[in-house]
């Protein structure tokens, strides 16, 4: 099997540590780099904790140790509701600009950490796609913004004409996902609500969200590596795996394996545009 890989605050590390040892059948072992925090043998197979707060088991009985361990500890939060949001192909000529906003209560967050729910980078596309279908089954609610290439050319074009640029973009989408969710999310009532999302251009984003969220109502975070939150990783999961989907079906509808091409090839094609931002052609 591969790997079953989790991610905890750093200072967290030595509950999972001492909850391992607690198991009469887990034994401490050396740790084999700086970069590990503890190492425990058990069943055959090895968890490794690192001090990034990422832990590892290799054998499916640890693994399924681990993943007890995690999902039993208390995801500590001072918010009854926590909602994150994150994007992907931002950067990316081929595809479109996802955005994906996920609200979590903290025992959600906790289980979906559980399951492996981390930053979307650190993960393969078969396990985003995965943890895709957790995230839809244990979320308060969810929302994605797609934003095909051609509307992306359109829009960025618009804003660049209005004197503005891509962060402009990014706070009307991410703005977008976020209110979206509120609305499925209904009355509020009192609950405490926390909204997460990766720093990009705050006067921006707080400006866009302002028009459509009352903020008075809810705490605002705007920070960088966001992703360490759970329903900010969560959000960049379901972002990714919309991005995914979206560049599969336009493979299959253009009768072309889109993420095998190159720029230089897709900048020859006459069609480039229905698969491409070509606003980025000019990089």
Sequence with gaps: MDPFVVKVDPDQLEEVRITLLDHEFTYPRKSTNQ??????EFSGGVIVGYTSGKIVANNLESA????????????????????????????EWLGPL????????????????????MDSKELTVAKIGELAFEIEAHSL??????????????????????????????????????????????????????VVVDEFSAKKLEERLSKVVDLDSVELIQRPRAEDNPSVAAASIMARDAREDWIDKASFRLGVELASMTLSEARTRSNAGLFSKTVYFKK
Excluded: C
């Design 98 to 117: 996802t955005v994906a906003a996920v609200a979590l209560s903290p025992e959600q967050a906790n289980q979906l950490r559980s399951s492996g729910v």
């Design 141 to 194: 609610a969810y929302y994605i913004v797609v934003i095909s290439p051609e509307k992306f050319d359109q829009k960025f074009n618009e804003f660049h004409e209005e004197g503005k640029n891509l962060n402009d973009l990014l706070a009307w989408a991410h703005a977008k996902a976020i209110s979206e969710v509120f609305e499925i999310l209904g009355a509020l009532g009192d609950a405490r609500v926390l």
């Design 35 to 40: 970069y590990e925090d503890f190492r425990i």
């Design 64 to 91: 399924n140790l681990l993943q007890s361990v995690v999902k039993g500890m208390v995801y500590k939060s001072d918010f009854e509701i926590i909602v994150g949001s994150d994007e992907a192909g931002k950067g």
